[in-house]
């Protein structure tokens, strides 16, 4: 069984920097693409980024770049999202997810679909 816990997430105020923890359990986690989105409510589930299976690749949703970085720690089981210069329309749940079937790509783990684990979400709210 894959359980997903993300931490990390409260209250901000614009212009912070946010990071966020994603500790997986589930054996081999350095097999699994890891992803991160998020859902404003309201509003749709958005891509963020994902990371692939060694770190060494990642894709982030346009909106993004430049702001986000995605990296992990096959070590510690542990996926990480930094944000920086919040805004408050980053208010929103973020989740982690896994994609544990054969190796796609960070390019082509852009939508929920192709995730099979979620973590259940760590809420961030960024005061103006």
């Known amino acids: 069984q894959v359980q997903l816990v993300e931490s990390g997430g409260g209250f901000l105020q614009t212009g912070d920097s946010l990071k966020l923890s994603c500790l997986v359990s589930?054996?081999?986690?350095?097999?699994?693409?890891m992803g991160w989105f998020r859902q404003a409510a309201g509003k749709e589930r958005e891509f963020v980024g994902a990371?692939?299976?060694?770190?060494?690749?990642?894709s982030f949703a346009d909106s993004f770049l430049g702001r986000v970085y995605i990296s992990r720690d096959n070590a510690k089981n542990t996926v990480y999202l930094t944000m920086d210069k919040l805004k408050p329309e980053d208010t929103a749940v973020y989740y982690c997810?896994?994609?544990?079937?054969?190796?796609?790509?960070?390019?082509?783990?852009?939508?929920?679909?192709?995730?099979?684990?979620w973590g259940q979400g760590t809420q961030v709210t960024v005061s103006s």
């Open positions: 990371v692939d299976t060694s770190g060494s690749a990642r």
């Open positions: 997810a896994a994609h544990v079937g054969p190796s796609l790509g960070v390019t082509r783990v852009r939508h929920a679909r192709e995730y099979d684990y």
């Open positions: 589930g054996q081999p986690f350095s097999t699994y693409t």
